[in-house]
C-alpha cells in the first residue's frame, strides 16, 4: 500500500521535511521513495506542494498520514475536515466532589405500621 507521508532532512534539531509517496512497510529513512511531491519547512513555514501530483496518487489509492492530510486541507489541495492526530486521555475525567455542608443527608426511611389487630 502506498502512503503519503513526511521524510526529514536537514541537519541535528533543524528538520525539514520532504513530502513523499513511499511503500509503507518501507522506512521514509533509507531515503527510497516512489516520488517526492513536496516540501516542508517548519522553522519558516515554508511550504511547497505540487497539487496534481497529490491529487494523481489519491486517487490511484495512495493514502495520507494524519499529519499530510491536515496540510492538504489546510493549504486547500483537498477538501474535508482535520484529522485529530493527539490521542485522548485514558483516564476518566474527575468528578467534582461537593464540599459535606452542602450535601443533604440521605433520607431514612421508616418500618411500615403493622396492620391494627381486632381483639375478639
Known amino acids: ?56 496518487w489519491i486517487s490511484v489509492g495512495a493514502q495520507p498520514s494524519a499529519t499530510i492530510h491536515n496540510l492538504l486541507i489546510q493549504e486547500k489541495v483537498i477538501e474535508g475536515k482535520k484529522i485529530p492526530k493527539h490521542k485522548k486521555s485514558k483516564k476518566p475525567a474527575p468528578t467534582p466532589v461537593a464540599s459535606p455542608s ?12 403493622p396492620p391494627p389487630t381486632v381483639a375478639a
Open 1 to 56: 500500500m502506498l502512503v503519503i507521508r513526511l521524510h526529514r532532512t536537514g541537519r541535528k534539531n533543524y528538520p525539514s521535511y520532504k513530502i513523499v509517496v513511499t511503500e509503507k512497510q518501507k522506512s521514509s529513512t533509507r531515503g527510497r521513495f516512489v516520488e517526492q511531491v513536496g516540501f516542508y519547512n517548519p522553522a519558516n513555514k515554508e511550504k511547497i506542494l505540487k497539487g496534481d501530483r497529490i491529487k494523481y
Open 102 to 113: 452542602s450535601q443533604t443527608p440521605p433520607a431514612v426511611p421508616t418500618p411500615p405500621t
